[in-house]
Nanobody, 130 residues
Framework: QVQLVESGGGLVQAGGSLRLSCAASGRTFSSYAMGWFRQAPGKERDLVAVINWDGHRTYYADSVKGRFTISRDNAKNTIYLQMNSLKPEDTAIYYC???????????????????????WGQGTQVTVSS
């Protein structure tokens, strides 16, 4: 059974930093794109950052470019999101997703659309105070 477990969320002041982790189990994730998405109250789930299977390609939402960095450690089946210079508008539940359909293996470009992702974690709350 595929399982994604996020951790690292919390409350931080504006300008601060957090590092999110997503540990995957149940399958080998090293051949698949993974990503971080977020959902604020009353809004849809939106892209934050995605990374392809070998970590060589990443894609970021414009709102986080230059502040957030996505990375992965395939030996640990884990992806990370380093978030710096946090802003109140970054407040949301952050979800980890995995793109693992039959066509997804070693896909060179990670899809930015959350509808392309097949498995999700339970989410971790990030709250940035002003």
């Amino acid at each position: 059974q595929v399982q994604l477990v996020e951790s690292g969320g919390g409350l931080v002041q504006a300008g601060g930093s957090l590092r999110l982790s997503c540990a995957a189990s149940g399958r080998t994730f090293s051949s698949y794109a993974m990503g971080w998405f977020r959902q604020a109250p009353g809004k849809e789930r939106d892209l934050v950052a995605v990374i392809n299977w070998d970590g060589h390609r990443t894609y970021y939402a414009d709102s986080v470019k230059g502040r957030f960095t996505i990375s992965r450690d395939n030996a640990k089946n884990t992806i990370y999101l380093q978030m710096n210079s946090l802003k109140p508008e970054d407040t949301a539940i952050y979800y980890c997703g995995a793109d693992m359909d039959q066509y997804a293996r070693r896909r060179s470009v990670p899809p930015p659309d959350p509808n392309e992702y097949d498995y999700w974690g339970q989410g971790t709350q990030v709250t940035v105070s002003s």
